[in-house]
């Protein structure tokens, strides 16, 4: 037998996610020359970009967006900083931008203010006459870095191995690349967000047998309990030991094997946190993303997907208090669009996820002015055989929903 033993390796965006961290509350948008002094890897881009400051940003962006017309649309993910978001035509969770890339038929281009899997994804739902266009390329998701298609694919062949085929079916949370989409596109799977998780495994559990979950260990162990599946039926799999760590037995024992990843913005979400908002408001709501560990799930009074979040906060009474367990950009919008509730994020620590904070106004000019060129500018394009077993994936997905 061959024993497979790769390095642990910290992926960069992981070690970079803390960059933009700050205790001041500010979250401005400053020039990118300023910006690229935190040190985090940026895409190069023309240097006249650079020292453009953010009001006259906003007025080319402007301009070059109403010359595309109906020829563009731009989509938007709620964690996208103000001075971007405010020009989407859609905003969203991962799930609602999905349908809405799936829905496009008119647009000749697509510009995704998201992350890389997102762009991604537009691109093969959007199928081919679309051109998807990602404005940096930097812009990835530390969580989807964790799971390499390699370790997955070895992965796969020693459940198989170990269980017979058919044994178990393989869920990708939507944070992951096509390759790994490709993978449960393949092999009788499918993709989910974090508002239909709980669909998904349902979907799954019904065929019989048992679930690998991919890449978020916390979102699959979180639905896993929802499910009423128990923690000692849930074991996690490290892609650093061979067998992911475990015997024949404790593949045979487990219902859920879960891919040992997680999101580095949502893990910094603490139960000493929640006590403490408690403590200052005793009628807060807590509200959490369910990337957050088992033990703040479980101390906070809700969970879900960033509209859920959303949501929950605009239909609630005026008054109310609401504690956020989310990324900052949106936890800092939903409180200035409620000015009538008292909204505050739970960690004192002001700390965007550096990866969809790389989308920096100046390169939505710069895709804009391209495709006013004539020029597609970081255009997201997936190799159409993975692109067809993804979109199975995808498929099922927006299906079972
Ligand atoms: P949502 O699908 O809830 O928007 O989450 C995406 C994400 O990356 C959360 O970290
Ligand atoms: Fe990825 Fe976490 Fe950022 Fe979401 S918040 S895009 S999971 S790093």
């Not at 595309?68 to 969203?92: C, K, N, P, S, T």
């Not at 009788?188 to 998780?197: E, K, Q, R």
């Not at 807060?284 to 957050?292: I, L, S």
């Not at 000019?365 to 997201?380: Q, S």
Request: charge should be negative; proline fraction near 4%; charged fraction near 25%.
């Amino acid at each position: 037998m061959v024993v497979r033993l790769r390095e642990p390796t910290i992926p960069i965006t992981e070690v970079e996610q803390s960059a933009f961290c700050q205790t001041d509350e500010e979250l401005k948008s400053r020039t990118l020359l300023e910006e690229f002094e935190v040190g985090v890897r940026w895409q190069k881009l023309p240097t006249g970009y650079m020292r453009i400051e953010p009001e006259e940003l906003g007025r080319r962006i402007q301009e070059a967006r109403a010359a595309l017309d109906r020829r563009l649309v731009i989509l938007g993910h709620h964690y996208q900083r103000d001075e971007v978001i405010r020009f989407a035509d859609f905003r969203g969770d991962s799930f609602k931008l999905s349908q809405f890339a799936a829905r496009q038929e008119d647009a000749e281009y697509v510009i995704f203010c998201g992350v890389h899997f997102m762009a991604e994804t537009a691109s093969i739902l959007g199928g081919p006459e679309r051109r998807v266009i990602l404005p940096n390329l930097m812009a990835g998701c530390s969580m989807a870095d964790m799971a390499h298609a390699d370790d997955v694919l070895d992965c796969w062949d020693d459940l198989t191995d170990a269980l017979g085929e058919g044994a178990v079916t393989p869920i990708t949370y939507m944070n992951s690349t096509a390759d790994i989409k490709a993978m449960c596109g393949r092999n009788g799977g499918i993709v989910c967000t974090s508002s239909n998780a709980s669909a998904t495994y349902r979907w799954a559990l019904d065929k019989g047998g048992k679930i690998l979950f991919l890449p978020d260990q916390h979102l699959g162990r979180n639905t896993g309990l929802k499910m009423g599946i128990g923690l000692d039926e849930m074991i996690v799999w490290n892609p650093f030991k061979p067998m992911g760590g475990h015997t024949e037995e404790d593949l045979r024992r487990a219902k859920v094997i879960l891919w040992q990843g997680h999101c580095s913005v949502h893990t910094r979400f603490t139960v000493a946190q929640i006590e403490e908002a408690r403590r200052r408001y005793p009628d807060v709501h807590v509200v959490v993303h369910p990337e957050c560990v088992m033990e703040v799930v479980r101390e906070a009074d809700s969970d879900g997907s960033t509209e859920f979040i959303k949501k929950s906060i605009e239909d609630a009474p005026a008054g109310t208090v609401w504690a956020v367990g989310t990324e900052i950009s949106l936890v800092n919008r939903i409180a200035a669009e409620n000015p009538d509730k008292t909204v505050f994020c739970l960690d004192s620590v002001v700390c965007p996820c550096a990866t969809m904070y790389r989308i920096h106004p100046a390169y939505l000019l710069w895709v804009l002015d391209g495709l006013n060129e004539g020029v597609v500018v970081n255009e997201i394009s997936v190799d159409p055989e993975i692109a067809g077993y993804a979109r199975v994936a995808l498929d099922r997905m927006l299906s079972v929903v």
